[in-house]
């Protein structure tokens, strides 16, 4: 059911915050006994035919975001708790808006001003919580596998907003969303006509530190499912030990190379706090050789698409000048990430059925 998840390396779980995060899936591929779609933990859990039906929906919720009230009853009386450990803006403020928008309630947890704070486990916090009534937790946490070990505590749906090194699924769904708006736009099809097979043989280069990023693990699944053709571009010291589970064409070590043969060109956020500086002789060398300078933006097809999760430190992944580029689709990517999320939690915690492993998708509520 699950494709395999590219291999995490060694200690990039922080098994010390507790003593289960990095435990396997409560039940296979997030799903209960009657097959329901409960958690979204990885990206790979969704296939080609989950990923697309997640697109499908996003469109309408995309037109919910356009109306001048954005907003629906989808989730009118359901619970959403926001779990971070870790710093975020993007991605928090990202899964609260689209909660908001879909009518829930919405609880904002941070971990540094809570009772882990005294010396209470993570479970014992979680399971405090999820005693208010909660239908669904958004996990952010340091430690790789933290998002499934809540997942097996607490009977509600439990999404991954990032886990250590692990992956980040709804980044890489929003990433899809927006390479998808733009192909559709540039052949001058409606987006709600357009499916996933604009993905096949995409040329993609994922440029930059692959070693620490949950964001390359979970795109290079999604892209892979999808058939697009992956190139993971980084100093040796910035890949991971083994690309075993990693379903790329290849791996290159200069980045001018292959500039001139993508369709997307998708930089990595140095993770200084991960430890990176630890693999570069220094910032400013790598800036020199990966970072995306006007000069080398101008080697790009005229096509090409420049993306970056953010957020980005302009002047080492990227140059000011290339950020502002029509090409430079990172607002996109925010502006659809709302979109993506209201599908992902609608889905989730939506009328009871499957398509694709989740409840009914046939347009929310209310829309």
Not at 49 to 67: P, Q, T, W, Y
């Amino acid at each position: 059911m699950s494709s395999p998840s590219p291999s995490v390396p060694a200690g990039s779980s922080a098994a010390g915050a507790d003593p289960e995060p990095g435990g396997s899936d409560p039940k296979p591929g997030g799903s209960d006994a009657e097959g329901t779609r409960r958690h979204l933990l990885s990206v790979g859990e969704l296939g080609a035919e989950g990923i697309e039906e997640v697109l499908r929906v996003s469109d309408a919720f995309a037109e919910v975001g356009r109306r001048a009230i954005p907003k629906v009853p989808a989730l009118r009386g359901r619970t959403v708790v926001t779990l971070f450990a870790e710093q975020s803006t993007r991605t928090r403020l990202s899964f609260e808006t689209a909660a908001k928008r879909l009518s829930a309630d919405v609880m904002t947890f941070s971990i540094d001003s809570s009772s882990v704070k005294k010396g209470e486990s993570l479970r014992d916090t979680v399971e405090t919580v999820a005693a208010m009534g909660v239908d669904a937790f958004v996990v952010r946490h340091p430690a790789a596998g933290a998002a499934a070990a809540v997942a097996r505590w607490v009977d509600a749906s439990v999404v991954n907003a990032g886990d250590g090194w692990h992956e980040h699924p709804t980044q890489a769904l929003l990433d899809c969303y927006t390479v998808r708006e733009a192909l559709a736009a540039r052949h001058g099809r409606p987006l709600t006509e357009a499916g996933v097979e604009c993905f096949a043989g995409l040329r993609v280069g994922v440029v930059g530190d692959v070693r620490h990023s949950r964001v390359a693990r979970s795109l290079v699944l999604a892209l892979g499912a999808l058939g697009s053709e992956v190139t993971l571009v980084a100093p040796g010291s910035l890949l991971p030990p083994s690309t075993e589970g990693w379903p790329v064409a290849r791996v290159c070590y200069e980045l001018d190379a292959v500039l001139p043969e993508l369709d997307v060109c998708y930089l990595l956020r140095l993770q200084t706090e991960r430890g990176t500086g630890a693999f570069l002789p220094s910032v400013r060398e790598y800036s020199a050789r990966y970072g995306l300078s006007a000069r080398r933006a101008a080697r790009l097809p005229e096509t090409a698409l420049v993306m970056h999760p953010g957020p980005m430190n302009r002047g080492v992944e990227i140059a000011d000048d290339v950020a502002e580029l029509p090409r430079t689709v990172v607002l996109r990517q925010v502006s659809n990430g709302v979109a993506v999320r209201m599908a992902v939690l609608f889905m989730l915690l939506g009328s009871p059925g499957s398509v694709a492993g989740f409840p009914p998708s046939s347009g929310p509520t209310g829309a």
